[in-house]
């Protein structure tokens, strides 16, 4: 009896292992899902219809070398402001304009040209409110004769940074000159105008006199001028070809804290 349990108990464990089916072993390429965390290499999602494609920044216009550099407030808001001047860039045309360019405290940039008959080492003469507005203002050159120089305004009239104009073409003042002739510039503010005074005289009638011309110029807006009035006169002289005694006057440059000796 005990043998034929025992028979039994071997008949039943044969055919349950007959019944059980064995894996085959994965291989790798089997087991790993493309695309997966665990893909070596899944496959890279292509860009959706809305990607905007990369643009490369506009290239900045080349300029020359920098001439000058000053910190003032030109648009009275308190914070300083930055006005650069740059040289024409090499291979440039002979009569290319200087470049200004003023950076205010707001990090916005404005840009104005000067013409010029020479080259410039350094356009700025100096700072000063030459239209009376309250806010500083340029002023600089703008070419040079034999023996005067060619000077105008820089302004930031709350849009732009312009140079002075008066009919309609930029201003221009000269100072300076020789024992024979002078011209000077006068910044003033008189009965709560404020004017451009510019004078010239020569002795080229009378070796004991010079004739003196004074033309007043006012301002309509903040960049443009008119043309208010002009007088005439003799100044006399006890010597030949002496100078008249006022020389700064008739030779030199006078706005606000500039002052250019004749």
């Keep these: 009896m005990r043998r034929l349990l025992q028979i039994a108990v071997t008949l039943l464990l044969v055919s349950c292992a007959a019944a059980v089916t064995t894996a085959p072993t994965p291989s790798i390429d089997s087991a790993i899902e493309p695309g997966s965390s665990a893909d070596p290499s899944p496959t890279r999602p292509l860009p959706s219809e809305g990607a905007s494609a990369t643009i490369a920044p ?9 001439l000058a550099s000053v910190q003032a407030d030109f648009d009275c808001d308190g914070r300083t402001d930055r006005l650069q001047f740059f040289a024409r860039p090499l291979g ?25 008959n020479v080259d410039q080492p350094n356009p700025l003469i100096g700072i000063a409110d030459v239209n009376g507005d309250g806010c500083d203002d340029a002023i600089v050159t703008v070419g040079r004769g034999a023996s005067t120089t060619w000077t105008s305004f820089l302004v930031y009239d709350g849009n732009d940074l312009r140079q002075v104009e008066e009919d309609g073409k930029p201003a221009m003042f000269l100072f300076g000159g020789s024992v024979r002739h002078g011209n000077g510039i006068e910044c003033r503010t008189r009965k709560d105008a404020t004017e451009i005074v510019a004078r010239a005289v020569s002795d080229y009638t009378s070796d004991f006199e010079w004739d003196a011309v004074e033309d007043v110029h006012h301002w309509s807006t903040k960049s443009r001028l008119v043309l208010w009035s002009t007088s005439r006169s003799v100044i006399a002289v006890s010597a030949r070809y002496a100078m008249p005694t006022d020389q700064d006057r ?3 440059l006078s706005c606000g804290n500039v002052k250019l000796a004749g």
């Design 58 to 66: 506009t290239a900045v216009p080349s300029v020359g070398d920098s």
């Design 92 to 116: 440039a045309p002979r009569d290319a304009s200087i470049l200004a360019r003023l950076t205010l405290g707001t990090a916005a940039v404005r840009e104005t040209t000067l013409g010029s």
């Design 250 to 252: 008739y030779w030199g």
